[in-house]
C-alpha cells in the first residue's frame, strides 16, 4: 500500500499541495508534503497517463486553485477532477469515438495535450516520431465534440504551448514544427504558409429521422450547403 508499482510515465501538480503521478495503466496522487506527512492513494488501477506531455488543465473555479486535468490513456481521453479531494477519472472520449483514440503507442507517437485559452478547447498532438504523418484532434470543451486536423509530414509538432502575451489579441497556441519552424493558429487565414489552400470537412449525422419509439421511419428528402462567407458553411 502507498507504492508505486509501475514505471511513472508523467507528473501533473493539482493545485498547490497535490501532484498527479501517472503510469500507463494506473493512477496515483500525492497529497501533501511527502517529508512531513503526505502520502499517496491510488486514483485507478486500469486508467493511465501515455506519455510525459499527454495532459492539460481546462481552468476551472476551486479552492485550492487548481483546474480539471485533462489527460490522454489508453483507453481515449479521461478527466480528473479540480482540487486535491479527486476521485476517479472519468471518461470523455470513449463515449464518441471508441477506436481513433485508444491505445496510443508511446514507443511510436509523442503524445501532447495543450488547453487554447482563447478557443476553449484542447489540442491533441499525436506526433509520430519517426517522419510519418498522423491525425491531431481537436476537443471542443464546451460541446465535447471531437475534430479530427491533419498538418503536413514536416511540419508536425513535436512540442506546443499556450501564448497568453500582454495584449490579449495575440494570444494563441504555438507549435514547434519538425523542420524547426513556429508555428500558430489563425481563423481568419484560408491558406497555409506554404499558400496552400486549408481543407476543412464536417461528418454530419446520424441522425434520427423517425420516432424514438421506431413506430415510424422519416425519409430526408434534400440537403442544401449553401456558402455563408468567411470560410463558413451553412446548411439546410
Given at each position: 500500500a502507498g507504492v508505486i508499482g509501475e514505471p511513472i510515465t508523467a507528473l501533473c501538480p493539482h493545485g498547490d499541495i497535490c501532484l498527479v503521478i501517472g503510469c500507463k495503466s494506473s493512477l496515483w496522487i500525492l497529497r501533501g508534503d511527502p517529508a512531513y506527512g503526505g502520502q499517496i492513494d491510488n486514483l485507478s488501477h486500469n486508467i493511465g497517463i501515455v506519455d510525459k506531455f499527454a495532459w492539460t488543465y481546462v481552468p476551472n473555479v476551486s479552492a485550492d486553485n487548481s483546474g480539471t486535468l485533462i489527460f490522454l490513456s489508453l483507453d481515449g481521453v479521461y478527466m480528473l477532477g479540480a482540487g486535491c479531494g479527486a476521485s476517479e477519472p472519468i471518461s470523455i472520449s470513449r463515449e464518441k469515438m471508441p477506436e481513433e483514440l485508444l491505445h496510443v503507442d508511446s514507443n511510436l507517437v509523442e503524445a501532447?495535450?495543450?488547453?487554447?485559452?482563447?478557443?476553449?478547447?484542447?489540442?491533441?498532438?499525436?506526433?509520430?516520431?519517426?517522419?510519418?504523418?498522423?491525425?491531431?484532434?481537436?476537443?471542443?470543451?464546451?460541446?465535447?465534440?471531437?475534430?479530427?486536423?491533419?498538418?503536413?509530414?514536416?511540419?508536425?509538432?513535436?512540442?506546443?504551448?499556450?501564448?497568453?502575451?500582454?495584449?490579449?489579441?495575440?494570444a494563441c497556441t504555438i507549435l514547434g514544427g519538425r523542420d524547426g519552424v513556429l508555428r500558430r493558429f489563425h481563423k481568419h487565414r484560408r491558406v497555409d504558409d506554404g499558400k496552400i489552400d486549408i481543407q476543412s470537412f464536417v461528418d454530419y449525422g446520424p441522425v434520427l429521422l423517425g420516432d424514438q419509439a421506431g413506430y415510424m421511419d422519416g425519409v430526408l428528402a434534400e440537403m442544401q450547403p449553401i456558402t455563408g462567407g468567411e470560410g463558413q458553411v451553412l446548411v439546410e
Open positions: 501532447q495535450l495543450t488547453y487554447d485559452l482563447l478557443d476553449r478547447g484542447v489540442h491533441i498532438f499525436l506526433t509520430k516520431k519517426d517522419n510519418g504523418e498522423t491525425s491531431h484532434w481537436w476537443l471542443d470543451w464546451e460541446t465535447k465534440g471531437f475534430f479530427r486536423m491533419q498538418l503536413p509530414a514536416g511540419q508536425q509538432p513535436t512540442s506546443s504551448l499556450f501564448y497568453q502575451p500582454f495584449c490579449a489579441e495575440d
